[in-house]
């Protein structure tokens, strides 16, 4: 209910959060069950790790809950900006690009609106603080946005990082493959792929480790390629892993 826009129907987040989340939660729970098992030695052994996809999703979701029964707020969608801080939004840059930009600080607003030549906002009191700034977004949005529009991503980039106001571009596919720091950190791994001439950059291990940074050992089999290895453990095999075979089981 929170994605997208408030005049628009909600949008799926675009990546599979959930499974990631999830995924992440249970192989915190397993470790949490081996330091039990190690500080533990006399307790009981084993232990369950119970996680649920819409759990995993609901516990991203901060106040939701209590923001609707103490207060009665039910949240909605705000597009890309941050409800109750301002200014803290998707700007559109002249290239096409957009960037991202929070400047909710009461010291880092005032760095922004000179940064983007607005001075007169940066002095204006009903903008001294959060509260105003937040009654005011829109006056906001539409003063960052036409500065962003002037310039390239990079160059706004570039001038607000001058300026120590927070931002980031929002980076396409293309982008990330020619950004310095995902090169940097390792999170660019190259491998070769079946059917595919040279190698296919796909994304490094996280967290990184200083002792044993580790790296993908193998980007999984072909469909198929293991059946019969995983036939033969089960006992299945010769005439009877062909039969399945004639009968299109496998």
Not at 107 to 112: P, S
Not at 113 to 119: L, P, Q, V, Y
Not at 224 to 236: D, I, K, N, Q, R
Request: charged share 25%; with cysteine.
């Amino acid at each position: 209910a929170l994605t997208g826009y408030p005049d628009r129907p909600p949008t799926r987040v675009g990546v599979s959060l959930a499974d990631s989340v999830a995924g992440l939660y249970a192989v915190i729970g397993a470790l949490m069950g081996l330091l039990r098992r190690d500080r533990e030695p006399g307790a009981t052994p084993g232990e369950v790790v119970d996680v649920a996809l819409y759990e995993a999703v609901y516990s991203l979701m901060e106040s939701l809950l209590p923001d609707f029964e103490v207060s009665g707020v039910e949240r909605a969608p705000a597009g890309s900006a941050l409800p109750g801080v301002a200014p803290s939004n998707t700007y559109r840059c002249a290239d096409g690009k957009y960037i991202v930009v929070s400047g909710n600080g009461d010291a880092i607003f005032r760095r922004l609106m000179r940064a983007i030549g607005r001075d007169d906002l940066a002095g204006d009191p009903r903008l001294a603080d959060n509260a105003g700034r937040v009654e005011h977004a829109g006056l906001l949005d539409d003063a960052i946005g036409a500065w962003t529009a002037t310039l390239t991503q990079e160059a706004a980039e570039a001038v607000l990082r001058g300026a120590s106001v927070p931002c980031g571009p929002i980076l396409t596919a293309a982008d990330i493959a020619k950004d310095p720091h995902f090169e940097a950190r390792g999170m660019h791994e190259r491998h070769r792929v079946p059917g595919h001439d040279g190698e296919v950059t796909f994304p490094g291990i996280v967290p990184t480790l200083t002792e044993r940074p580790g790296r993908t050992r193998a980007l999984g089999p072909e469909l198929g390629e293991h059946t019969e290895a995983v036939l033969a453990e089960l006992g299945v095999t010769g005439e009877a892993v062909a039969r399945l075979r004639e009968n299109g089981v496998i």
